[in-house]
């Protein structure tokens, strides 16, 4: 028996790759859905006639299975001062038409040598689409192998150095200053013996 060839494996791996954040610089537009879905069907009845169906009908759910745990994880927006929880990839209809491109391109991969070029293009052309505005999207933190990021990150860690320190600081300049005060009478004297004109005779 010859081992059985899983073939979205290779394209969830390549998938994976991606940055979500570059992924949602380009907004596709909502595709025709009776466009879609005969499409979708040839590639179905072709998965079929190769005895390739259960792939074919199992790719979507494995090609949405990892975006969506890669935008769970993306959710999570950890800065160094907390979590950036007003920080928004996209729009949810934009992420949708997205899992559904990716879904049609994982279709694509079971059934690339048993439809016309024209099919395999077109359930793969959105995917395409938006993997090729790879490396566009703005970086949200300074990249600490650049001089710049190196720069940032000494600059807020000597901020944050000091909103720790600084109070100390003050607080010990003001305990100091407040004992100096106390040590000299109101002429600058000092109380705590005798007065500096005074002599040690009296």
Request: proline share 7%; hydrophobic share 45%.
């Amino acid at each position: 028996m010859t081992a059985r060839v899983d073939r979205v494996a290779p394209f969830l791996e390549r998938l994976s790759h991606l940055n979500l954040d570059d992924l949602a610089m380009l907004a596709l537009p909502e595709p025709d859905a009776s466009a879609r879905t005969e499409l979708l069907q040839r590639a179905l009845d072709a998965a079929e006639s190769a005895g390739r169906r259960t792939e074919a009908r199992e790719a979507p759910a494995r090609a949405r299975d990892a975006i969506v745990r890669a935008f769970s994880f993306r959710s999570y927006d950890a800065t160094w001062l907390g979590l950036n929880w007003g920080r928004s990839m996209s729009r949810p209809t934009d992420r949708a038409r997205l899992i559904a491109a990716i879904e049609d391109a994982a279709v694509a991969e079971v059934v690339a040598d048993l439809l016309p070029p024209d099919d395999v293009g077109a359930l793969r052309e959105p995917l395409e689409l938006v993997a090729s505005m790879a490396g566009t999207a703005p970086l949200p933190y300074p990249r600490l192998d650049s001089p710049a990021g190196v720069g940032v990150v000494g600059v807020a860690w000597f901020v944050g150095a000091l909103s720790l320190v600084g109070p100390a600081v003050i607080a010990t300049l003001a305990g100091i200053a407040s004992l100096r005060r106390r040590r000299q009478g109101p002429t600058g004297n000092r109380v705590d013996g005798l007065d500096n004109d005074q002599s040690v005779d009296d």
